[in-house]
Every structure is written in C-alpha cells, then in structure tokens.
C-alpha cells in the first residue's frame, strides 16, 4: 500500500535559521513523483517543490529544497532562512505514475516561526 | 502550469441544504480529482472525475451525497448535497498532471 508519514505535528523555528521538516513514503512502485505544499490559514494549498523518482539532484526552488534519499524512502523538505510568513501547515504528498494520478498526503507539520 | 480557479471561496449554508462548487482549469485536462479536508486533518480524496464518464468515488463517499458533473475538459463541478454539520470542511479540486499539481484556491464550507 502506498503511504505518506510525516512524524513532526508541529516545529518550530527562530527567524532567519532554517529548519528541516520530515517526511518518508511507502510504495513498490519504481516511478512516483513527491510533492511538498504549504498551507496558510486561509487553506488554499501552495505547491511549493515536486522531486521525481528518477532524479538525480535534489529539486530546489529558491529558499525550499528536498532532500530526497531514495534508499531510505525520504523526501524530507528544507526551508533555509525561515520568514514569519512561513508559519503555516506544511504536507508532504506522493503520486504513483501508472496510478489514476492522485496525490496520496500525509498528516502535516504545522511550523510556527519565532520571532 | 495550469491555473485552477474554484468556487466560492466559502460559503455559510443551512442543514439540509445543497451547495455546488466549480472548478475551471486554463487548459484540457483528463483528470480532475476533488479532495475534502475536515478541520484539523490531512486532504482525503472524494473522487476522481473524467471527461465523458462517471466519476469515481473514493470508500465512504458516494454519488448521491456528492454528484460530480464534467463536462468538458476544463470544467468541473461538486456538489455537497443535504448537507450537516459534519460536511463542514474544506473541499479542493486539483488536476492529474505528472509533475503539476496546483490546487484550486478551496472552499471553506461551513454548515449551521
């Protein structure tokens, strides 16, 4: 069965450090792509990073880069120099290729940024 | 990228009553997947719509609660019917695109 786990309810971090939110997935499928999105209050979902099973180099995308180590079934998300703007929920979410394409999600990080 | 818009962003409604929700995508897609978020908790797929078909229902959804219409390749439309106030939730549609997947902006649903 394919799965998300994201162990972390809730960071925090001080303004400006960075911080690395956790995630591991769970499936047999050799071609799948990982997604991270962030969630503010309002609710509406912010595709942030996607990192394909067959990448070589880690995605990036300006202050948000995945650590991915496929050994290990991680994609774990790193924020660099966090803002108080990103105080908000963060999912981790996986979509099989093959599959009929939807994303399967984890439980969520709420990160809180300290002043 | 395609650019999702959804509607309406909230919504108070009354129990018993319905309320339909849309979702318009900028270009052709097959998929189109419509999610529900109960407060506190992670996205769980409701279902998948396809163009000229019936939808597919996720387990503990089903048609009569939740009827999807798609009619063509860039429009959808969920309808929460007979609602309660357990249906209070936040619903999203997204589409089935390899790496693309952006969310329309949500519906906050608030049922009284």
């Known amino acids: 069965a394919q799965k998300i786990t994201q162990t972390q309810p809730g960071m925090f971090v001080q303004e400006k450090e960075a911080v690395t939110l956790d995630c591991t997935y769970d499936t047999s499928d050799p071609s799948y792509g990982l997604f991270w999105y962030k969630q503010p209050s309002s609710g509406e979902m912010i595709f942030l990073i996607y990192q394909g099973s067959y990448d070589q ?58 002043p | 990228s395609a650019v999702i818009s959804q509607k309406p962003s909230r919504d108070i409604c009354q129990r018993g009553t319905s309320l339909t929700i849309q979702c318009q995508v900028d270009s052709q897609v097959t998929m189109m997947f419509w999610y529900r978020q109960q407060p506190g908790q992670s996205l769980t797929l409701i279902a998948t719509a396809n163009q000229g078909s019936e939808a597919t229902y996720e387990s503990g959804f ?22 309660s106030p357990e249906d209070s939730s936040i619903y999203l549609c997204t589409i089935g695109r390899s790496t693309e997947a952006f969310f329309g902006q949500g519906t906050r649903l608030t049922v009284v």
């Open chain 2, 62 to 83: 089903v048609i009569d609660k939740f009827p999807i219409s798609r009619p063509n390749l860039t429009f959808s439309t969920l309808t929460v019917s007979n609602m």
């Open chain 1, 57 to 114: 180099q880690n995605a990036t995308e300006g202050r948000y880069s995945l650590n991915f180590q496929k050994a290990r079934k991680s994609a774990n998300l790193v924020i660099s120099a966090s803002q108080l703007g990103d105080s908000a929920m963060y999912f981790c979410a996986m979509r099989v290729v093959g599959s009929q394409g939807n994303l399967i999600f984890g439980k969520g990080t709420k990160l809180s940024v300290k």
